[in-house]
Nanobody
Framework: QVQLVESGGGLVPAGDSLTLSCAAS????????MGWFRQAPGKEREFVGG????????LYVDSVKGRFTISRDNAKNTVNLQMNNLKPEDTATYYC???????????????????WGQGTQVTVSS
């Protein structure tokens, strides 16, 4: 079972960019699809995007398409979330998650992920 640690959150003005990183350890990273979720105060956790095991496919929620990009480096056991043109509504705690899947599948629901990071706060000021 992998363990996950996120980094890279912060406070930025609207329109700026941030890159979140998630480092995995303790397991075979290549066996896991990786996802990013976020949760704003008073709201339910939301799937942001995901990437399949071999980094061939990505999937995003409509609200971040064209602004956010997920990438992974299986040699370094890391997955990144590049966030551009940030908006105040992107303010949330962001979590990376790992789910054991087939090679092509990208889970979109939290229960499909077995391991979660501790979260990193992203705050976008207007």
């Amino acid at each position: 079972q992998v363990q996950l640690v996120e980094s890279g959150g912060g406070l930025v003005p609207a329109g700026d960019s941030l890159t979140l990183s998630c480092a995995a350890s303790g397991g075979t990273f290549l066996n896991y699809a990786m996802g990013w979720f976020r949760q704003a105060p008073g709201k339910e956790r939301e799937f942001v995007g995901g990437i399949n095991r071999r980094a061939e496919h990505t999937l995003y929620v409509d609200s971040v398409k064209g602004r956010f990009t997920i990438s992974r480096d299986n040699a370094k056991n890391t997955v990144n979330l590049q966030m551009n043109n940030l908006k105040p509504e992107d303010t949330a705690t962001y979590y990376c998650a790992a789910g054991r899947t087939g090679p092509w599948y990208i889970p979109q629901h939290g229960h499909e992920y077995s391991t979660w990071g501790q979260g990193t706060q992203v705050t976008v000021s207007s």
